[in-house]
Antibody
Framework: EVQLVESGGALVQPGGSLRLSCAAS????????MTWVRQPPGKGLEWVAN????????YYVDSVKGRFTISRDNAKNSLYLQMNSLRAEDTAVYYC???????????????????WGQGTLVTVSS | DIQMTQSPSSLSASVGDRVTITCQAS??????LNWYQQKPGKAPKVLIY???NLETGVPSRFSGSGSGTDFTFTINSLQPEDIATYYC???????????FGPGTKVDIK
């Protein structure tokens, strides 16, 4: 059974930093892209970042570029999100998710988030 | 950037009703459109990928159609367990990025 378990959420002051972790099990972690998605309280979903299988290629939503860094350790079956210069608008439940589908020769097929963790709450407030 | 809109933002229907939600993209996204269900307090779950493909294990009363800019998601016979918020999501090829629609909340009348 695929399992994704996030941790690291906390209350942090504006301008502070936080590192989220996601422990994966039940599948071959090194064969899948991974992603972070966030959801502010009572609001909709926002994609945050992707990372490819090797970890050398990462992609971000504009609002977090330069502040957040997605990374992975395939030996530890773990995904991370380093969040710096946090703002009140970063307050959200953060989900890690597995990306199904694939890309080849510049075209992607069947990309979707097919397994999700339970989420971890990040609150940015003074 | 591609913008996604959904309508309606909420709806109430009776058990057994057919429910339809629409999603519109601000530009042609081919069939790169997924649908998710999120129940209160739970993580989202993918139901439909690439506009019309049913994810493994998802009941056949859920379906999707469309291409280009206009997409439709249908629940053929609404069940009490379908109470949730439904989101469409588009994806771009390279670089791969994703945008969710604002969501449609479905309640039982």
């Amino acid at each position: 059974e695929v399992q994704l378990v996030e941790s690291g959420g906390a209350l942090v002051q504006p301008g502070g930093s936080l590192r989220l972790s996601c422990a994966a099990s039940g599948f071959t972690f090194s064969q899948y892209w991974m992603t972070w998605v966030r959801q502010p309280p009572g609001k909709g979903l926002e994609w945050v970042a992707n990372i490819k299988v090797v970890g050398s290629e990462t992609y971000y939503v504009d609002s977090v570029k330069g502040r957040f860094t997605i990374s992975r350790d395939n030996a530890k079956n773990s995904l991370y999100l380093q969040m710096n210069s946090l703002r009140a608008e970063d307050t959200a439940v953060y989900y890690c998710a597995r990306v199904a589908g694939y890309c080849t020769k510049g075209v992607c097929y069947y990309l979707r988030f097919d397994s999700w963790g339970q989420g971890t709450l990040v609150t940015v407030s003074s | 950037d591609i913008q996604m809109t959904q309508s309606p933002s909420s709806l109430s229907a009776s058990v057994g009703d057919r429910v339809t939600i629409t999603c519109q993209a601000s530009q042609d996204i081919s069939n790169y459109l997924n649908w998710y269900q999120q129940k209160p307090g739970k993580a989202p779950k993918v139901l439909i990928y690439d506009a019309s493909n049913l994810e493994t294990g998802v009941p056949s009363r859920f379906s999707g159609s469309g291409s280009g800019t206009d997409f439709t998601f249908t629940i053929n016979s609404l069940q009490p367990e379908d109470i949730a918020t439904y989101y469409c999501q588009q994806y771009d090829n390279l670089p791969p990025s994703f945008t969710f629609g604002p969501g449609t909340k479905v309640d039982i009348k």
